[in-house]
């Protein structure tokens, strides 16, 4: 049985005394039947340790460079990290992919960088419209994931996937929970493929998750919890995702 897990994405929003608002309310309508963590802009991790230390809300950051240290200016290494106490990264955001042309092997060696200090990746993936349209939906995930699970090899299971159709983020245009499910399908049966613990690994979905649609998501076979971004800047929207979950 695995254990739900929702992770707020934060984007570029906040502010400290928002956040600090939004975490306390975040901890106060603790105990959640589900793993809860957030994963802020980098500058805030310390405070957001600070707030978060001794509960059992989670905390990540939303990228992790791929290189262990050195002259990259701008990036933040997965030992930093590290230090402060991050247990989640996200990887592979359509946002990073789309913008920041990260390619599927530049994500993949992210998610190993993460790992190797102990931080979960969440590892993104997810197709446009026009590649849903064009029949490719299958084709795309199974190509992001591949990258990931050749690079991580046998740590491959330690990963959390979330699968994040690009025309659904941010567009108030949420997948259908059979939508959903069935390409949650194809990636466990990957998975499963791959590293034989697929039945342990947990597939979130992320697309405009609200509170009024997250328990049907959450209730198909396949979907393991969600990673959530507008809606997680309001507490009383993540917090009911959270119970929903
Ligand atoms: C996201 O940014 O990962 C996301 C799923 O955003 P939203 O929930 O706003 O669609």
Redesign the pocket.
């Known amino acids: 049985m695995r254990r739900k897990l929702v992770v707020g ?1 934060w ?1 570029m929003h906040g502010s400290r005394p928002a956040n600090a608002e939004l975490l306390a309310e975040l901890l106060g309508a603790r105990p959640y039947g589900a793993d809860v963590a957030v994963c802020v802009p980098f500058v805030y991790l310390g405070d957001t340790a600070a707030q978060l230390a001794r509960s059992d809300v989670g905390w990540g950051a939303q990228d992790v460079s791929a290189h262990a240290s050195g002259a990259y200016t701008g990036e933040v290494s997965a030992a930093m990290l590290q230090e402060c106490g991050c247990r989640y990264a996200i990887v592979g ?1 359509s ?1 990073r992919r789309a913008y920041h042309a990260e390619s599927d092997e530049l994500v993949a060696a992210k998610a190993q960088a993460a790992l190797g200090r102990g931080i979960t990746p969440v590892v ?1 993936v997810g197709e446009t419209l026009a590649q849903r349209d064009a029949g490719e939906t299958e084709a795309v995930v199974k190509r992001q994931l591949s990258a990931v699970i050749h690079t991580l090899a046998h740590c491959a299971a330690e990963m959390v996937v979330a699968y ?1 159709p690009v025309w ?4 108030g245009r949420t997948a259908s929970p059979e939508q959903a499910q069935a390409v949650h399908a194809v990636l466990r049966a990957q998975l499963q493929a791959a590293t034989g613990h697929a039945g342990r690994m947990r597939i979130l979905y ?4 609200k509170a009024d649609n997250a328990a049907a998501l959450f209730a198909m076979p396949d979907i393991d919890g969600g ?5 997680s800047l309001k507490a009383a929207d993540f917090i009911a995702i959270c119970r929903a979950a």
Request: with cysteine; charged share 15%.
């Open positions: 994405n984007k955001h946002e993104c994040e659904a983020i941010g567009t992320g697309g405009s998750v990673l959530i971004g507008g809606a």
